[in-house]
């Protein structure tokens, strides 16, 4: 391969192959190319496309193929790329770009992930239908998925070549959850949708169906009216199948979940659930994400591609009220789809959580089971006091927060609006805070936030600095240092990590950095008045 740099003008489709070339625009970040030096290798591409074309005169043309940094694309060609495709696409520094050229006109381009029908991209049934007691060597087992060997046989160059010469069309991105389903779930006027979130019965461990029924009975114990409940898990209703894996001795086994379960966590059943949601007119509903997760969305049951936030943005626009509160990894990605949202996990780290063994499920502090057991609180102060104030959603997030294992670092829709307005003021974020600096600082903030900051700083020096940046990093060191260790308890895993101290004081010294400059914003104030609601005062409309 050779480095090209050169302007071109966005065109039409191309006459003939003969005159065409094929660019490979990558960074040194790209996450694809090795995977495509494999298809490159398998194919047999090398230097140049063999691509069978009736228009050229033997029949077949040979169409090079060229690499080129995408530092050194021109500004000019930079320019007439698709906003998806091009700069400013969020994924633009990751993937690989293929660009299509005709005598100095780009005919279409895109990432090659596009060129494969993802649709196509299913579980096999070996994984999603495993025995009770599976050998070792068992396909359900598996934690890898089928991903690389889909993408090893479906991605190609001849796609791109297809649609420069007009043989078939650009393939329209996939939405498997579109918030449009034919049959949406019927809600009610207060409703809570339970999402257990996995992709196969291994992932979906022991851990995510015991938090559902222990959520469903903390917010059944409280007097909040009549709720509608909608669970989606596992192979939904009316499907028999191990859904579930847990350890005995040591070794992973399946079984079917002791769960009522109203539609399959797959794309049509979550769609069927948040359809309905989104189309109940003025409506109070909380949605509840237990399960797994990633950084490029959460999975759906026996399926490889993700639900994005950006699939579930229309949930901001819904006829009625939706909060959201996830328990999963990367879940703060989630933290701008509904009116206001408190999340387990930062958009970049991972939850504490989906243990397989009852003995760690009971020894985990686990955002989730924090929550809650502070939101459907009815504490010692409200029951001998009418006057005394509920708690709010906000409370409860603090609560949790305050309690997580070291390295934790939890999310509010606030705290996405907080990171957003310091990425554009960076100069305004202070390096550091003391803790004599958050400490003093208490007059400023609500009840729970006081008792937040006792915890967090409990047996810190004055003087020492809390860094308002690196938490994350932070986070991926410690959480490396606990890759073998899902089954231990909480007290054990914060003795691995050995941290000088709670990461999530940084978030709530953010926070505290942010409030102090007096920021006018709008939208902050109405995530703010929405996370401050208790859960009466939310289902209940007031």
Same mark, same amino acid.
């Given at each position: 391969?050779?480095?090209?740099?050169?302007?071109?003008?966005?065109?039409?489709?191309?006459?003939?192959? =003969?005159?065409?070339?094929?660019?490979?625009?990558?960074?040194?970040?790209?996450?694809?190319?090795?995977?495509?030096?494999?298809?490159?290798?398998?194919?047999?591409?090398?230097?140049?496309?063999?691509?069978?074309?009736?228009?050229?005169?033997?029949?077949?043309?040979?169409?090079?193929?060229?690499?080129?940094?995408?530092?050194?694309?021109?500004?000019?060609?930079? /320019?007439?790329?698709?906003?998806?495709?091009?700069?400013?696409?969020?994924?633009?520094?990751?993937?690989?770009?293929?660009?299509?050229?005709?005598?100095?006109?780009?005919?279409?381009?895109?990432?090659?992930?596009?060129?494969?029908?993802?649709?196509?991209?299913?579980?096999?049934?070996?994984?999603?239908?495993?025995?009770?007691?599976?050998? @070792?060597?068992?396909?359900?087992?598996?934690?890898?998925?089928?991903?690389?060997?889909?993408?090893?046989?479906?991605?190609?160059?001849?796609?791109?070549?297809?649609?420069?010469?007009?043989?078939?069309?650009?393939?329209?991105?996939?939405?498997?959850? @579109?918030?449009?389903? !034919?049959?949406?779930?019927?809600?009610?006027?207060?409703?809570?949708?339970?999402?257990?979130?996995?992709?196969?019965?291994?992932?979906?461990?022991?851990?995510?169906?015991?938090?559902?029924?222990?959520?469903?009975?903390?917010?059944?114990?409280?007097?909040?009216?009549?709720?509608?409940?909608?669970?989606?898990?596992?192979?939904?209703?009316?499907?028999?199948?191990?859904?579930?894996?847990?350890?005995?001795?040591?070794?992973?086994?399946?079984?079917?979940?002791?769960?009522?379960?109203?539609?399959?966590?797959?794309?049509?059943?979550?769609?069927?659930?948040?359809?309905?949601?989104?189309? !109940?007119?003025?409506?109070?509903?909380?949605?509840?994400?237990?399960?797994?997760?990633?950084?490029?969305?959460?999975?759906?049951?026996?399926?490889?591609?993700?639900?994005?936030?950006?699939?579930?943005?229309?949930?901001?626009?819904?006829?009625?009220?939706?909060?959201?509160?996830?328990?999963?990894?990367?879940?703060?990605?989630?933290?701008?789809?509904?009116?206001?949202?408190?999340?387990?996990?930062?958009?970049?780290?991972?939850?504490?959580?989906?243990?397989?063994?009852?003995?760690?499920?009971?020894?985990?502090?686990?955002?989730?089971?924090?929550?809650?057991?502070?939101?459907?609180?009815?504490?010692?102060?409200?029951?001998?006091?009418?006057?005394?104030?509920?708690?709010?959603?906000?409370?409860?997030?603090?609560?949790?927060?305050?309690?997580? =294992?070291?390295?934790?670092?939890?999310?509010?829709?606030?705290?996405?609006?907080?990171? @957003?307005?310091?990425?554009?003021?960076?100069?305004?974020?202070?390096?550091?805070?003391?803790?004599?600096?958050?400490?003093?600082?208490?007059?400023?903030?609500?009840?729970? =936030?006081?008792?937040?900051?006792?915890?967090?700083?409990?047996?810190?020096?004055?003087?020492?600095?809390?860094?308002?940046?690196?938490?994350?990093?932070?986070?991926?060191?410690?959480?490396?240092?606990?890759?073998?260790?899902? =089954?231990?308890?909480?007290?054990?895993?914060?003795?691995?990590?050995?941290?000088?101290?709670?990461?999530?004081?940084?978030?709530?010294?953010?926070?505290?950095?942010?409030? !102090?400059?007096?920021?006018? @914003?709008?939208?902050?104030? /109405?995530?703010?008045?929405?996370?401050?609601?208790?859960?009466?005062?939310?289902?209940?409309?007031?």
């Amino acid at each position: 391969m050779r480095w090209w740099m050169a302007g071109v003008v966005l065109c039409g489709l191309a006459s003939s192959a =003969e005159a065409l070339e094929i660019w490979l625009a990558s960074s040194e970040n790209c996450n694809s190319c090795a995977l495509y030096e494999r298809v490159a290798q398998q194919r047999g591409y090398g230097s140049a496309l063999r691509y069978a074309d009736p228009a050229s005169s033997p029949g077949n043309s040979r169409i090079p193929i060229l690499a080129i940094f995408k530092s050194a694309l021109a500004q000019d060609m930079l /320019a007439q790329l698709p906003p998806d495709v091009g700069p400013n696409s969020p994924n633009w520094d990751v993937t690989l770009t293929v660009l299509v050229v005709d005598a100095g006109r780009v005919i279409t381009s895109g990432n090659i992930a596009d060129s494969a029908d993802n649709t196509e991209l299913t579980m096999p049934r070996a994984v999603m239908f495993p025995p009770a007691a599976p050998a @070792d060597d068992d396909a359900s087992l598996s934690t890898q998925g089928p991903y690389n060997e889909f993408f090893l046989s479906h991605w190609n160059l001849e796609y791109f070549v297809d649609v420069a010469l007009g043989k078939k069309p650009k393939r329209v991105p996939v939405k498997l959850v @579109d918030l449009a389903s !034919a049959t949406p779930a019927v809600l009610g006027p207060r409703n809570v949708v339970l999402w257990g979130s996995a992709a196969t019965p291994i992932g979906n461990s022991l851990f995510i169906p015991m938090r559902v029924t222990e959520i469903r009975a903390a917010l059944e114990s409280q007097k909040l009216g009549s709720l509608r409940y909608v669970t989606v898990f596992g192979h939904g209703p009316g499907v028999e199948g191990n859904d579930t894996s847990y350890i005995v001795d040591g070794h992973t086994q399946f079984k079917r979940a002791d769960l009522h379960a109203d539609y399959a966590a797959d794309a049509a059943g979550l769609n069927s659930a948040l359809t309905g949601v989104l189309r !109940a007119d003025r409506a109070r509903t909380l949605l509840v994400q237990v399960g797994t997760s990633g950084p490029t969305g959460a999975p759906l049951w026996g399926h490889g591609l993700p639900v994005t936030a950006a699939d579930l943005e229309p949930l901001k626009g819904a006829a009625g009220k939706v909060v959201m509160v996830s328990g999963a990894c990367n879940g703060g990605q989630f933290a701008k789809v509904a009116q206001c949202g408190f999340f387990a996990a930062h958009p970049d780290v991972k939850a504490s959580g989906c243990q397989l063994s009852p003995a760690a499920l009971e020894t985990s502090d686990d955002y989730l089971r924090l929550f809650f057991r502070a939101a459907a609180a009815k504490t010692t102060a409200n029951a001998r006091t009418r006057s005394a104030p509920a708690v709010t959603l906000y409370d409860a997030h603090w609560y949790a927060s305050a309690r997580l =294992e070291d390295h934790q670092l939890s999310y509010t829709t606030t705290d996405a609006l907080i990171d @957003d307005y310091f990425a554009a003021n960076p100069g305004k974020l202070p390096a550091t805070m003391t803790v004599a600096q958050i400490r003093d600082a208490v007059r400023t903030l609500l009840p729970s =936030e006081v008792a937040a900051v006792v915890v967090l700083t409990a047996g810190l020096a004055d003087d020492r600095p809390i860094p308002l940046t690196g938490y994350v990093d932070a986070n991926h060191a410690a959480d490396a240092k606990l890759a073998a260790s899902r =089954e231990l308890s909480s007290a054990e895993r914060n003795q691995i990590t050995a941290l000088p101290y709670k990461l999530e004081l940084a978030l709530l010294a953010r926070r505290l950095a942010y409030g !102090a400059l007096h920021v006018a @914003d709008p939208q902050f104030a /109405a995530a703010t008045k929405c996370e401050q609601q208790s859960l009466a005062t939310f289902f209940s409309g007031r």
